[in-house]
């Protein structure tokens, strides 16, 4: 997901952009680009400079920016969608003559035919990209007032967008509007600012304002002013973003990666303590009284990526909870069926950013057929959350990398929160059941603290695993939704091959891949079911496999089938998956180091992806 910074202040501008933008160099990108407006000599001019590769090339071209003038810029972090990778393809973009300078995240779908009539009508074009026809497009309904050329573009285009305007009769203004794409306003003393995320201007304001589609926002040195496609003025609340900016930082580790994995214990806390008052869980936030609680009769959870692997041990728990029959669906199949959903049933999507485009479109769906729908989300303010019908914020603070952790750790703490919640009002847990439970959920962060205090061992095997070339995750029950995790992060940032299959499925075709030098990692903390994950294990090991054990502690007959083993701390076989996934973290990770590979931007990976 591209990454958008724009300023317009007191400062000058460009070393504003180039921060901000190293703030998003976590989104992944290829190229990177600035656009500073100065008045000289009574004319306003705009300044448009470009650079491929990583954002230290755009620095040095232009000396932090200390060597280009003006108060008003934005700046752009690319990652290619239509063209190569490339100067010319680079943003910003720009009309004839400069009239007009555009940064855009987002796809306008229908830029074919945008392209080819505004080709018959005389503009040229010097890119491969969607973003210039927006640019040639505010051109061509340009006549003087800004925000009716933004609105009749607005009707014409289609797709997903967020984008910062200059005009150059349009001296110290920043015009911005959003659609099914993410983008924030900031203000402070020193000026105002606008983003694609919340990292980027955190140096400078915890002041911000989280604009709605077919917004538009009209921002001066000292002044901010929200527009609807009509031009009527909108009044917008402002709220004060909780984190501070370093907690956007590396803090000495040397990746934010191993930073998020170590901040867990902390951000499981979080998400846990204030919803228990009293010793009873209390999630006020729901909306729900118990009477709507004991009328679900079923709940359809769906998310994309490692949400989605979330959902899969929600299965588990909620239905093992709360007796409610839980349905999950990635977010991209969901929305192009035709689920169906029966009445008293809960929708639940699952969003780190709350700007997934296809769990958006999943909410969107269900709350046009009549469903209510709660949103698990972390980022205040974001567009899930402003949809839903009500909201969970899992409070995990900024996740820079790539590669979730803390986020996915804090979205399975709200569902067993939600899980004893559901449960103990519909009866299906006795009270003092839901007491052991939620003494249980208190311990969880400490006994995270223990793995990571413990990590060398995890790292020592990464070291001797790195070069191998495939991995198979097997478990059973909640133990293949771990795995599904564990092999996603492994994949994610080491690029070794890996996949996770029900361990029970072995027979039915995935055990003709396992031979020699193949990495077998067999997750077993369900204590019902380890007898039938070991013989699973002694079938991989005699065809060659090499065999890694991850367990709880006690369960050391796993050393007589494992070649290796980790040991977690024990827990309710429910709440697993929260320790059973941190060593599978710190797997992923040290390996991706032992292979020197860029941890926090893996290749072709977006944090958020705001597009299909």
Not at 168 to 185: E, F, N
Not at 467 to 490: C, N, P, W
Not at 535 to 544: A, D, I
Request: glycine letters at 8%.
């Amino acid at each position: 997901m591209c990454g958008i910074v724009g300023y317009t202040g007191a400062w000058n501008a460009a070393p504003v952009l180039l921060s901000g933008l190293s703030r998003l160099e976590y989104r992944g990108y290829d190229s990177a680009g600035i656009a500073v407006s100065d008045v000289r000599d009574g004319e306003n001019r705009i300044e448009v400079l470009k650079a491929k590769g990583r954002l230290q090339a755009l620095k040095e071209m232009t000396d932090n920016g200390n060597a280009v003038n003006g108060t008003c810029g934005i700046g752009h972090t690319r990652w290619a969608t239509h063209g190569e990778p490339s100067v010319a393809n680079a943003h910003p973009h720009c009309s004839r003559d400069k009239r007009i300078v555009v940064v855009h995240n987002g796809i306008i779908e229908n830029y074919k035919e945008l392209k080819e009539y505004l080709q018959k009508k005389g503009f040229e074009f010097q890119s491969q990209t969607d973003t210039e026809v927006v640019a040639h497009l505010l051109d061509y309904y340009y006549k003087g007032n800004p925000l009716e050329a933004i609105a009749r573009v607005l009707s014409r285009i289609r797709g997903s967008y967020a984008l910062g305007i200059l005009f150059k009769d349009q001296p110290g203004k920043i015009y911005a509007v959003r659609k099914d794409s993410p983008l924030i306003i900031g203000r402070s003393e020193n000026g105002n600012f606008i983003a694609s995320d919340v990292p980027a201007i955190l140096k400078y304001t915890k002041n911000v304002c989280y604009i709605s589609d077919m917004e538009i926002a009209e921002l001066t040195k000292d002044s901010i002013t929200f527009y609807d496609v009509d031009q009527e003025v909108l009044e917008k609340e402002f709220q004060t973003v909780e984190w501070d900016a370093k907690s956007a930082e590396k803090g000495g580790f040397e990746h934010f990666m191993l930073k998020e994995i170590y901040e867990q214990p902390k951000a499981v806390a979080d998400t846990i303590h204030p919803r228990i008052k009293d010793g009873r869980i209390v999630i006020e936030e729901l909306g729900l009284s118990d009477e709507d609680i004991r009328k679900i009769s079923r709940i359809q959870m769906v998310a994309c990526g490692s949400a989605y692997h979330v959902c899969a041990a929600a299965k588990y728990v909620l239905e093992e909870l709360s007796g409610i029959p839980v349905d999950i669906d990635l977010a991209s199949e969901f929305r192009y069926r035709n689920p169906i959903l029966s009445e008293n049933t809960l929708v639940v999507i699952v969003s780190q950013s709350g700007e997934t485009a296809d769990s958006l479109a999943a909410l969107r769906e269900a709350k046009k057929r009549g469903f209510p729908v709660l949103g698990i989300v972390n980022v205040v303010g974001s567009s899930i959350a402003r949809e839903a019908d009500s909201v969970f914020y899992t409070w995990a603070g900024p996740e820079i990398s790539v590669a979730t952790t803390k986020a996915y750790s804090t979205q399975l703490a709200a569902v067993y929160l939600i899980g004893i919640l559901f449960g103990e009002v519909r009866e299906c847990i006795t009270r003092e059941e839901a007491d052991h439970y939620i003494k249980e959920l208190l311990k969880l962060p400490e006994k995270i603290q223990r793995i990571l205090d413990e990590k060398e061992r995890i790292q020592w095997l990464a070291n001797k695993f790195s070069h191998t070339k495939d991995v198979f995750f097997i478990g059973r029950g909640l133990d293949y939704a771990i795995s599904m995790e564990g092999s996603l992060k492994l994949k994610e940032i080491s690029y070794i091959h890996s996949e996770a299959y029900a361990a029970g499925e072995l027979k039915h075709g995935t055990i003709s891949l396992v031979e020699n030098g193949v990495l077998v990692i067999g997750v077993a903390t369900q204590q019902e079911l380890f007898e039938k994950e070991i013989s699973n294990l002694v079938e991989v090991k005699s065809r060659g496999a090499s065999v890694l054990g991850l367990t709880g502690y006690g369960n050391y007959s796993m050393e007589d089938i494992a070649d290796f083993t980790i040991y977690v701390p024990r827990t309710e076989s429910c709440f697993a998956t929260s320790l059973a996934v941190i060593p599978l973290q710190l797997l992923a990770y040290y390996i991706s180091v032992a292979r020197g590979l860029d941890v926090d931007k893996p290749r072709n990976l977006a944090k958020s992806v705001t597009v299909e």
